[in-house]
């Protein structure tokens, strides 16, 4: 028997709004039995990359909202990538990388399904399967080109422009031929955006002419406004779209941690009545295997061509993982750029997030 780690929701956060904390979570160890004899169709892996998302949050409240939540005193699950020690699937041998929606514990046998699917190191850096060629990625495609359909010379607005999603989102637009105007939180954010992304135009939200900025970086209106954050971010964007303008609504996060009956805001209607104009949510799970497929081979090709780049913030260690999860809702004190992943490869010990 080996002892492992994992982590696990020790409590419920309110339905009502709060930040997550420290103590809502426990690493724990456990016994764990390697030596167990597969059953067909089954891998023993080793996690060495953990996914912490946003979306998250909403699977912590002990309620069903557009996810189903964890189950408490027992191992969360994300978008992970982990090493295959053994295999009883003929899909997968020891040694192959796989990506797919794991425990947060350091070993575990898991069924294959189809959601579990073989990687290549060779392709991308390991921690951009649960990134740009993972859930990240296929959200800014699904959301920015299913919903958006973006044309040439269009102007695309992309709020949280500097996190995961929105920075792909960004690029996209550019390969796409189209304008891309970012929302984000520092000066600092909009230098890096334009000058490694490629963005046309960044605004600060926090700034006190937020809204003069907004109006003059889209002097031909608002195609696309590709919705991250919800809240005040997003009230005068309405005013500036164009008709026929498309409004794909990926995430509302600076509302995630309040009362949902505090999330009153602008009136959309109105706008959407009188410019013909089209919001729609969507979940990545939504999606066919077929279009997930056609996605990754649009960013798998980009990656290779040099057009589309991921920055990673990487935290590392279990003892980390929550460290780096509350910072995604930190909007005083968040200097990520890109996607936040944990590095469990080196199981001795962790260390402090590397940018």
């Known amino acids: 028997m080996t002892e492992i780690r994992e982590l696990i929701l020790d409590k419920f956060f309110s339905p009502n709004g709060g930040i997550p904390d420290q103590k809502d979570f426990k690493v724990t160890t456990s016994k764990f039995d390697e030596n167990k004899p597969l059953e067909k169709d089954q891998i023993l892996i080793n996690l060495e990359y953990i996914s912490v998302d946003p979306y998250l949050r909403a699977r912590m409240q002990g309620v069903h909202t557009f996810v189903d939540p964890f189950k408490l005193h027992e191992p969360i699950n994300s978008g992970c990538v982990a090493k295959v020690l053994k295999s009883n699937c003929p899909r997968f041998k020891a040694g192959d990388h796989v990506s ?24 991308a850096p390991l921690p951009h399967f649960v990134g740009v060629l993972g859930m990240t990625g296929l959200t800014a495609y699904f ?26 989102v960004g690029q996209i637009g550019k390969i796409l031929g ?22 046309d135009e960044v605004v600060n939200y926090k700034s006190s002419t937020y809204e ?14 590709f919705e991250n954050v919800g809240g005040k971010i997003a009230d005068p964007i309405l005013f500036l779209i164009n008709k026929h303008a498309r409004i794909p609504v990926c995430g509302t996060i600076s509302t995630y941690n309040a009362p949902i009956e505090k999330d009153i805001g602008q009136r959309a209607q109105y706008f959407i009545f009188s410019k013909q ?37 990487i935290f590392k260690g279990y003892d980390h993982i929550i460290e780096a999860f509350t910072k995604l809702f930190n909007t005083t004190n968040n200097t990520n750029i890109g996607k936040v992943v944990i590095d469990v490869t080196d199981q001795s010990g962790s260390s402090k997030a590397q940018q």
């Open 277 to 313: 104009a089209l919001m729609q949510g969507f979940l990545v799970f939504d999606y066919s295997e077929q279009e997930t497929n056609e996605a990754l081979k649009h960013l798998s090709q980009w990656i290779k061509e040099g057009k589309l780049k991921e920055k990673n913030v």
């Open 212 to 225: 003069k900025d907004l109006k003059n970086a889209c002097p031909k209106g608002i195609d696309i406004y």
């Open 100 to 123: 797919g929606y794991f425990n947060w514990q350091e070993k575990q046998i898991v069924n294959v399904t189809k959601e579990v699917v073989k990687v290549d190191p060779n392709l």
């Open 178 to 199: 189209c304008r891309v105007v970012g929302i984000c939180g520092s000066d600092e954010k909009a230098k890096f955006l334009k000058s490694e992304f490629g963005f």
């Open 143 to 168: 959301g920015l080109v299913l919903i958006g359909k973006p044309k040439k010379g269009e102007t695309i607005v992309v709020s949280a422009a500097g996190g995961a999603v929105g920075s792909i």
